[in-house]
Structure formats: structure tokens, C-alpha cells
């Protein structure tokens, strides 16, 4: 019997890193419930790959498909902010800080092609008692989607950080 697929499932995305990029279970640190951004990796909305690159910070290549509309053709702004709050607070965990985020300040820049597969930066910028100070991007080669700032807080222990 035929297996039917859709368009996006049919569709080839490369979510590869950079050959001095490692990849980074996020799973393996944080538990299993982060599902609304990542936890589709075949789906139409976002399909993430974690990786640490050569300083150790998290990336990710992030593929915003076509249920992530918002303005025609392009991503919803809570969409881009959402891949951000995710990565940004798991950037924290990363550095081996168990945090929730508690402000996220996103400055959208170019509007985002649907059916992209971006960058998503992070640097842990500083740590100051329980926050966490994280900054990223949502980027392309030149092109620059997303900016943010993510202030987390630490709610429990230090965790020991992964190495992916
Ligand atoms: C973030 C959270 C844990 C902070 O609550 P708390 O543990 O009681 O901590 P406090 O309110 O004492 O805040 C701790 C410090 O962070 C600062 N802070 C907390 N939230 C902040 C915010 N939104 N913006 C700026 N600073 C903030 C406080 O001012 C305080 O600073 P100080 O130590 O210099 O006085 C709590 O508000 C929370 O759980 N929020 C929901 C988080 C969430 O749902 N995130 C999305 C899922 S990860
Ligand atoms: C338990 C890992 C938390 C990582 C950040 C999630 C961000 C959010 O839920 O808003």
C-alpha cells in the first residue's frame, strides 16, 4: 500500500553544523518535555539540531516550515521568538545553569522566508547570582532575522553540562 507524505515530510532539510560544531543532546540534560519547538524533528513547523561549536556556546540550525506563517510567506514573529526563548534558555542549562527564562526582549530585523534553515546563536554574556544573561541571533550568512536578550533565572542547582 502507497505510504502518502506531505509535501514538507518529502522535503530534504540540511540541518548540518559547521565541521567544528558538536552535537549537543539537549534531551540528555534537560528531560524530554521540551516539545513544543524541537520535539517535531519531521514536522511542518520547526525542525531543530542542537550543536555546541568550538568555544563551547549552543547553536542551532533551525528550519522554519510552512506552519510557522505569519505575515504571507514569511515566519510569525511568536514563532521566531519562541526558537529564541528555547534556545536561549537552553543556552543557560548548556552552561550549567538550571534556569527558566524570565524576560526575553526580541528585535525582529528582516522578515524571515518560510522553508529556511537559520542559525541561531548564543553566548552566555554574564552571570550574576541566580541570572543567567544570555544574548543570540537568528541569522543566515549576512542576513540577520532576530536579535535578543534573554534574562534567566537559576530555580534549582547547577546541572553538570553535556558535552552532546
Ligand atoms: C523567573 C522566576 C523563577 C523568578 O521568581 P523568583 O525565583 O521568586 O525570583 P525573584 O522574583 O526573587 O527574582 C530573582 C531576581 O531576578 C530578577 N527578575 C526576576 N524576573 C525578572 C524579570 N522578568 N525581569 C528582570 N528581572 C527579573 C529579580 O528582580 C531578582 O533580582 P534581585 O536578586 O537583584 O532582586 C519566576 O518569576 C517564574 O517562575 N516565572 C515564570 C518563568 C517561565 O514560565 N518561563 C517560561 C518557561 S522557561
Ligand atoms: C527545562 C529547559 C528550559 C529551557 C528553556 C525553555 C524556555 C521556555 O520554556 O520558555
Known sequence: MAT?????E?????????SDWTAFDAP????????????DPQGDRFRV?????????????????PETEGPPGHAHGGSIAAVLD?????????????????NLNVSFRNLLPLQTVVTVESEVVSINGRKVLVKGRV????AIYAEAECLC????????????
Open 139 to 142: 541569522c543566515s550568512g549576512s
Open 49 to 65: 539540531r542542537y550543536y555546541r561549536d568550538a568555544a563551547q556556546q549552543l547553536k542551532a540550525r533551525v528550519w522554519f516550515g
Open 86 to 102: 528555547e534556545v536561549l534558555g537552553l543556552s543557560g542549562w548548556a552552561a550549567g545553569h538550571a534556569v527558566v527564562v524570565a
Open 153 to 164: 533565572i537559576a530555580i534549582g542547582q547547577p546541572k553538570t553540562s553535556v558535552a552532546g
Open 10 to 18: 518529502a522535503m530534504a532539510v540540511d540541518l548540518r553544523g559547521e
Open 28 to 39: 540528555a540534560l534537560v528531560g524530554s518535555s521540551l516539545r513544543f519547538v524541537s520535539g
Open 4 to 8: 502518502t507524505i506531505t509535501n514538507a
